[in-house]
C-alpha cells in the first residue's frame, strides 16, 4: 500500500482463502471457466445440469474449487458445505453456483478475490469476441451489448489474446464522454453501482469533488478518523476520471460502507433508494456542520445538502373553521406513489393496470387528503381537536431533484408484499412551479391577494432537466438495478462493468425506479463540460460553479 493510503484500513482477506491461493494458486479458478453461464441479461451462474449435491436438503449450492463436489445450505442446522470443510481438510473455499462468487465455507460468507473477477470477466469477453455477429465496433463507434474489464491475467491462448487486444485498441478509439466508466459488481451490488453512476455525474455534486474541495490525501493526513466516506468517493471520482475504460471496482468503497452503514452490511441485495439515503447520511456525517443553527440539517452547508435538499411544506386545516397550521421539513429526495387510480385500494387485485404519468404522481402528492380519527387537529382556533385536511407542497426546490418511485408495497389483507410493474411516463423536461408552496397556496385560495410569508423567495429556478434514471427489473426478491445516464443529450445504460449507447425511447419505457433531475442551467453547463476521453486536463474542464462549490 502507498504511504498517501496508509490511515485507510483495508478489509482483512479470508484467511482460509489466503491459504488455498497459496498452495493452489488460480489452477481452481481456471477449472469452473467452462461451466460458467451468462443469461441474456448478463446474470452469471454455474451450469447445474450435471452436478447436485448427493444430499440436498435445498437452499444454495456450492462447488468444491478442489474436488468439484457439490454440497448445499440451507440454514445454520443443514448446512451441508460447513459439514465436509470440517471432514475434509483444506476444502472450505467453493463457489456459489446461482450467482458464481467465492464463497468460504467456514466463515459462512462470500469472500470477494480481484484474480476470481479477472478469471470470470475473462470468459465473458471470451464470449462477446465469438459472437462478432452482434457488432463490437460499428462504424467506428462503441457498440458493446456488453463490456467488462480488459486487463485480465487469465490463461488464454494466443489467438484469443490478438483477438482481445484488437477489441481494446477499437474500444479505447472510441469517443464516450469523459467519466463513462463501467463498475463491477462485488457481489449483489448493482444496487450501489447504479446509485454511484447517478451521483458520478450530478453536475453539482461532480463539480464538487472534481475541483479538488474535499481531496482525500489531505483529508487523511489532517485526520485522525480512518473511515471517511467522502474520501472513497473522492478516489471513486478520481479513478473514473482518470481516462481509464476498464470496469473499476469500488471494493474500497463498499468496505467504508459497510463499516458506517453496519446494519445493511452483508453481500445480500439491498434498496437503491435505501443506499442513496444512507451514503448521503454518511457524507453529512462527515462535512455537516454541528451547530445548533443547523438542528434539523435546513441549513447544512455540507455538499449533500447544498445539491440534494429542498424543503417540503405540510399544511394542516382545519374542516371546522379553517384555521391552517404549516410546518417545514428538509428532504433529501421525494417519494411518489405509483397508484393514482386505486391509492386507498389495500389488495393487490383491486389495482388497475393503467400507464401512469410523472405529473398524476406529483398530483397525488399535492392533493388534500383527509386525516383518520386518530389523526385529528387540535385547533388554535377552536380550542378543540377536529378534523382536518392535509396538504404538500414544495418550498424549496433542490439543486438536484431526487425523485422515488414507490414500486414495492405490501398486502396488509394478503400480509404479502410485491413488486409493482406498472409503467410511469415521465417528461425528460420538468417544470416544478405548479408544486411550489407559492403556487398550491394560491390554487387554494383562488384569485384572492394575500402574503405568501416569502415563499416566492426560496424559490431560484423551477425547470429541471432529468440526467439519470435508475430502474429495477424483475422481481422483488431478486431484481437487477441499472441506470441510464443523459450525457450530452445521448443516453447511455450503465449496467455494472457494461456500458451501452441506447436512444431514448429504450429509457421511456424502463421501469424508473429513482429519477434523477438537475436545474437546467447546471442541466447546460454540465453538458458544455463533458468531452470525450481526449479532451483537456481535469483542472480545466470542471471549474466551480457559483452555488453548488
Known amino acids: 500500500m502507498s504511504s498517501r493510503n496508509s490511515l485507510f484500513t483495508i478489509p482483512r482477506p479470508c484467511e482460509h482463502l489466503v491459504d488455498y491461493k ?38 444454495r449450492l456450492f462447488m468444491c474449487l478442489i474436488c468439484s463436489s457439490v454440497t448445499c445450505c440451507q440454514n445454520h442446522e443443514s448446512n451441508h458445505a460447513l459439514l465436509r470443510s470440517k471432514s475434509v481438510c483444506g476444502h472450505e473455499i467453493g463457489v456459489d453456483m446461482e450467482r458464481a462468487e ?193 438542528k434539523g440539517n435546513v441549513d447544512c452547508q455540507c455538499i449533500a445538502h447544498r445539491v440534494f435538499s429542498g424543503i417540503l411544506r405540510s399544511d394542516v386545516t382545519c374542516t371546522s373553521c379553517g384555521f391552517t397550521s404549516s410546518t417545514y421539513d428538509p428532504c433529501m429526495d421525494i417519494s411518489l406513489d405509483l397508484n393514482t387510480g386505486a391509492s386507498a385500494a389495500a389488495d393487490f387485485s383491486s389495482r ?49 431533484l431526487c425523485l422515488h418511485i414507490k414500486r414495492f408495497e405490501h398486502s396488509p389483507i394478503r400480509k404479502m408484499s410485491r413488486k409493482i410493474d406498472r409503467h410511469l411516463q415521465f417528461p425528460f423536461s420538468l417544470d416544478m412551479r405548479p408544486y411550489l408552496s407559492s403556487s398550491i397556496v394560491k390554487k387554494r385560495f383562488g384569485n384572492r391577494m394575500f402574503s405568501l410569508e416569502g415563499e416566492e423567495a426560496d424559490v431560484s429556478s423551477t425547470e429541471f432537466e432529468v440526467f439519470a434514471v435508475v430502474t429495477h427489473t424483475g422481481m422483488l426478491e431478486s431484481g437487477h438495478y441499472a441506470t441510464y445516464l443523459r450525457l450530452r443529450n ?45 479532451m483537456s486536463p481535469l483542472a480545466d474542464a470542471f471549474v466551480p460553479i457559483a452555488g453548488c462549490c
Request: aromatic residues 10%; positive net charge.
Open 102 to 294: 467465492l464463497y468460504c465455507s467456514v466463515c459462512c460468507d462470500q469472500v470477494y478475490d480481484l484474480e476470481f473477477d479477472r478469471v470470470v470477466m475473462c470468459k465473458k469477453m471470451l464470449g462477446l469476441v465469438r459472437n462478432g455477429d452482434n457488432g463490437v465496433v460499428e462504424s467506428g463507434q462503441l457498440r458493446l451489448s456488453k463490456r467488462r474489464r480488459l486487463d485480465f491475467g487469465a490463461d488464454l491462448g494466443s489467438e484469443s489474446v490478438k483477438r482481445l487486444v484488437l477489441v481494446s485498441k477499437q474500444m479505447s478509439k472510441s469517443c464516450l464522454p469523459l467519466g463513462l466508466r463501467g463498475l463491477n459488481n462485488l457481489g449483489n451490488t448493482c444496487f450501489m453501482n447504479s446509485v454511484l453512476q447517478a451521483l458520478l455525474h450530478a453536475p453539482p455534486f461532480r463539480n464538487y469533488f472534481l475541483s479538488d474541495r474535499h481531496n482525500h490525501e489531505r483529508c487523511r493526513k489532517t485526520s485522525a478518523d480512518r473511515l471517511c466516506l467522502p474520501c472513497d468517493v473522492d478516489v471513486i471520482f478520481d479513478a473514473v476520471f482518470s481516462g481509464d475504460r476498464t470496469p473499476y471496482s469500488p471494493a474500497k468503497f463498499l468496505y467504508s460502507w459497510w463499516q458506517h452503514s453496519e446494519n445493511l452490511a452483508s453481500y445480500e441485495q439491498q434498496d437503491a433508494h435505501e443506499f442513496f439515503i444512507s451514503m448521503l447520511d454518511r457524507i453529512h456525517d462527515k462535512l455537516g456542520k454541528s451547530s445548533l443553527a443547523n
Open 352 to 400: 388497475p393496470k393503467l400507464n401512469e404519468t410523472l405529473a398524476g404522481c406529483f398530483d397525488l402528492f399535492t392533493k388534500p387528503e383527509r386525516l383518520g380519527p386518530d389523526q385529528k387537529l387540535y385547533c388554535e382556533n377552536c380550542h378543540e381537536k377536529q378534523d382536518a385536511l392535509k396538504q404538500m407542497s414544495l418550498k424549496k426546490l433542490p439543486l438536484v
Open 490 to 534: 445521448q443516453w447511455y445504460k450503465c449496467d455494472d462493468a457494461w456500458i451501452t449507447e441506447v436512444d431514448e425511447e429504450v429509457v421511456r419505457t424502463s421501469q424508473c425506479y429513482l429519477m434523477f433531475y438537475v436545474q437546467k442551467v447546471f442541466y447546460h453547463r454540465g453538458s458544455e463540460d463533458l468531452g470525450c476521453q481526449h
Open 22 to 59: 497459496m498452495k493452489h494458486g488460480l489452477k481452481g479458478y481456471n477449472s469452473i471457466q467452462d461451466l460458467l453461464k451468462f443469461s441474456p441479461c448478463g446474470r452469471i451462474t454455474i451450469d447445474k445440469s450435471q452436478t447436485r449435491c448427493s444430499s440436498f436438503s435445498g437452499g
